[in-house]
């Protein structure tokens, strides 16, 4: 009896969501090559592989450095739950919905949870932090240093200061900025920083890569009760990851083979080049979107984040309408808002393999054709002239700069 369900076809869609991006067929090819077994001796060495590259695009010399198998979420997961107990206290800055997310997971920890917020579109403000933590004894402060919920990104290097001052340690979200944006996790003296596998590494879902350093890791190994989650116990995870190679779970292959690629890609790039293309197609971008009347979201230009960039949707515009629209007749996927920011917001990524000049004036010339069609007034061809003298600005400058 022949099945009913017939063979898989997804569309082959332009992805300029906040993730997942676009992902270049040399990490499709990685990931369809043959399944080996997770002890196999040959995967157990190709593991040190991945581990190597990751050092190199987190910038850091941590021993416990590997990819959880999980997405970005497992990340907070684990970044979170392995520092805190029972008589712990932490800070949360919570300025959209993934920072919310890392004090909803802190506070399902018996330690005391203080959150300091901020308006969507801003970052925590660093007084408010050390105000916070006066005169406690603070274990973690946790930071998304890109909120691509709402595209604002915070400045590490203040956060670093404040938890130097209340004695925490610094625990940093970037899963929608490594490798699109400078982190440098040993220059910044990130304690634990986690990532995602989707987004600027443009490989598929499913990978959380995380790096500890010693200090952390000291933490760690002292505390006085388990982890609450065994799969998110960093300890047990690197005895698989470390050099025993120890039985935890069993990896995904083919998610591994992807990364693995992926993270040979962005090397080959190199890291430099990498931001200097995601910041040059973004300032595109905003040029062109500025120029036919969009705001956007985060209105100081050194808060926004290079990766995704928010727009407003504006008024007598209909949000979901424009973004079907946009998939239907130019087969081109972007973000809404979601929360508090439902209708309200459009989030474009420019992340690793589809962060290039065509798919940004693609989109500028496609965005405009759905605006016009919804009464939006705006004159022809503003978008894409802007990006365009945007471009040659860039160019200009690397040309005297040379």
Request: proline residues 6%; neutral net charge.
């Amino acid at each position: 009896m022949n099945s009913p369900i017939g063979e898989l076809l997804p569309p082959n869609r332009l992805m300029l969501t906040p993730g997942p991006s676009q992902i270049d067929p040399r990490v499709y090819r990685a990931m369809s090559t043959p399944i080996v077994g997770h002890l196999d001796p040959w995967f157990l060495e190709m593991m040190g592989d991945v581990q190597v590259l990751l050092r190199q695009i987190f910038q850091t010399q941590n021993r416990l450095t590997f990819p959880i198998s999980a997405s970005g979420s497992g990340g907070i997961e684990a970044a979170v739950l392995n520092p805190l107990e029972a008589g712990d206290e932490a800070i949360i800055c919570v300025n959209g919905a993934f920072s919310e997310r890392m004090a909803i997971i802190a506070e399902r920890t018996p330690a005391k949870i203080v959150r300091v917020e901020a308006p969507y579109g801003r970052p925590c403000d660093p007084d408010d932090v050390r105000r916070a933590g006066k005169g406690k004894k603070i274990k973690i402060l946790g930071v998304t240093h890109g909120e691509s919920s709402t595209s604002v990104v915070t400045d590490l290097d203040s956060m670093r200061k404040v938890a130097d001052e209340l004695g925490a340690l610094l625990v940093v979200d970037t899963v929608s900025t490594l490798a699109g944006m400078p982190i440098n996790v040993d220059h910044t003296q990130i304690d634990i920083c986690f990532s995602g596998s989707q987004k600027a590494l443009s490989a598929p879902p499913g990978m959380s890569p995380i790096t500890v350093n010693a200090r952390a890791e000291e933490v760690l190994r002292a505390r006085k009760t388990p982890v609450q989650s065994w799969y998110f116990d960093l300890t047990t995870t690197m005895n698989y990851w470390g050099k025993e190679r120890t039985y935890h779970h069993t990896a995904p292959i083919s998610l591994v083979f992807a990364l693995r690629e992926a993270m040979r890609i962005v090397l080959e790039e190199g890291l430099e080049a990498r931001w200097a293309r995601h910041r040059e197609n973004r300032d595109a971008l905003v040029a062109g979107v500025e120029a036919m009347g969009i705001e956007l979201f985060v209105e100081n230009p050194k808060d926004r984040q290079v990766t995704v960039t928010g727009m407003k949707v504006p008024a007598g515009v209909n949000d979901a309408k424009l973004r079907n629209q946009l998939l239907d007749e130019f087969n081109i996927e972007i973000g809404g808002g979601f929360g508090p920011l439902k209708g309200k917001l459009w989030r474009v990524g420019l992340m690793g393999h589809g962060c290039q000049k065509a798919n940004v004036l693609l989109f500028l010339a496609a965005f405009e054709k759905c605006l016009l069609d919804q009464g939006f007034r705006l004159s022809a061809g503003a978008g894409v002239g802007a990006a365009i003298r945007s471009y040659s600005e860039a160019h200009a400058a690397v040309a005297v700069h040379k």
